[in-house]
Structure formats: structure tokens, C-alpha cells
């Protein structure tokens, strides 16, 4: 088993850029979320799909878009970079019928 | 609002000697209670869920345990490979899927040999 893949690992992006990671969940999940999480804190929600909808949101603006695809995986698009978005950005994946969620390795994002 | 706190923020043990690290919540309704661990540059590893108060769930040295307001993470007779940052997150609300979790900040676990 594969676990949870994420792809870049790292990259580099200008300010005003776009940007899309990738995530392919653990076999079986059919859950995908995305977290953001900043030097020194914990995770924060981004959203979370299911059924190819967006299902839940956490507080992060319209610059932060994703889709799901009929096989499950997932893309975190941002549009118009900040310095702020400078972050680990780690997808979790997950039974809809169960609560453990498991992490991918993250994509590591520097907006320069 | 749903919040996780962590304590300490950082934790530095001389290898062998055990300690607890403090995961304290509050949460409308808890569906879970998770412990993950994190080295750096990595994402979260699953360590533990935990459900009701009075749950224990042991893995190698550690044994995480669950009270109405807080969970604890013991750690017995630690390694230098346990030095990591250690997760709380809660899962809040009986609806049906997946509610987001909440993390703390964590604990940055280092093990002195």
C-alpha cells in the first residue's frame, strides 16, 4: 500500500503566481482534505472533499481552490501568491465512514 | 469554537527518563481524539485515536489516556529516535462523514542519549 502521495515535494513560486499540488489518497479512502501548516504551529483545515464536492471549508480565502477526481484524488489550486502562503501543505485522506485520517509527506511551498 | 492546547511547547529528556506531554480540548461534542507524531519536513504520522473518557491505547513507549478535558501522551524510558513534535487534534460532531480536525500546536519532543 501506498499510503498517501503528494507531488512536488518542494517548490519555489513568485508573489502574484498560481500553483496546484497534487494528492493521490491511501487505497480505499475516498476523503481528501487539505491543511496548511506554517512554521513552529499545528495544521489548519483548508477543506475537505468528497464525491468530487467540496464538502466542508475552513476560514481561508477564494484564492484557495480544489477539485476531486473520479478516482479519488485530489488538486489544491492557489491563485495570486502572498509571502504568506509560504507553508507545509499536507493532504490527508480518509474513509468517509471512519475517522482516522492519514498524512502525505507534504508539499513544501516558498512564495519568494 | 473548538480548541486544542498543548504543554509543554518544547520538552528535552535525557534518554530513559519518562514523562507525559498534556493535550487539553474544548469541543462541541467529541467524536475523536487523535496523537500523531511529526518529524521535520514531514507530514503527521497516525499514532492514536481515542473516543471516550477512561481510553487508554498503548504503541512501543507510549501510552496516550483520555479524560472529559484532557488527554495525556506518556512516554516510558524514551530514545533518542522518539524526538519529534507530537500532535493533538479533535474531531468535533456526530454528522455523518468526516469533520475537519483541530490541531494544537504540539510538542517538540528532544531525547538526549
Known amino acids: 500500500d501506498a499510503g498517501v502521495t503528494q507531488s512536488p515535494t518542494h517548490l519555489i513560486k513568485t508573489r502574484g503566481q498560481q500553483v496546484t499540488l497534487r494528492c493521490s489518497p491511501k487505497s480505499g479512502h475516498d476523503t481528501v482534505s487539505w491543511y496548511q501548516q506554517a512554521l513552529g504551529q499545528g495544521p489548519q483545515f483548508i477543506f475537505q472533499y468528497y464525491e468530487e464536492e467540496e464538502r466542508q471549508r475552513g476560514n481561508f480565502p477564494d484564492r484557495f481552490s480544489g477539485h476531486q477526481f473520479p478516482n479519488y484524488s485530489s488538486e489544491l489550486n492557489v491563485n495570486a501568491l502572498l509571502l504568506g502562503d509560504s507553508a507545509l501543505y499536507l493532504c490527508a485522506s480518509s474513509r468517509d465512514d471512519d475517522t482516522e485520517a492519514f498524512f502525505g509527506q507534504g508539499t513544501r511551498l516558498t512564495v519568494v | 469554537e473548538d480548541q486544542v492546547t498543548q504543554s509543554p511547547e518544547a520538552l528535552r529528556l535525557q534518554e530513559g527518563e519518562s514523562s507525559s506531554l498534556n493535550c487539553s480540548y474544548t469541543?462541541?461534542?467529541?467524536?475523536?481524539l487523535f496523537w500523531y507524531r511529526q518529524d521535520p519536513g514531514k507530514g503527521p504520522e497516525f499514532l492514536f485515536t481515542l473516543y471516550s473518557a477512561g481510553e487508554e491505547k498503548e504503541k512501543e513507549r507510549l501510552k496516550a489516556t483520555l479524560t472529559k478535558k484532557e488527554s495525556f501522551l506518556h512516554i516510558t524510558a524514551p530514545k533518542p529516535e522518539d524526538s519529534a513534535t507530537y500532535l493533538c487534534a479533535v474531531q468535533a460532531g456526530w454528522d455523518s462523514g468526516n469533520t475537519p480536525l483541530v490541531f494544537g500546536k504540539g510538542t517538540r519532543l528532544s531525547v538526549i542519549a
Open positions: 469541543v462541541s461534542g467529541l467524536r475523536g
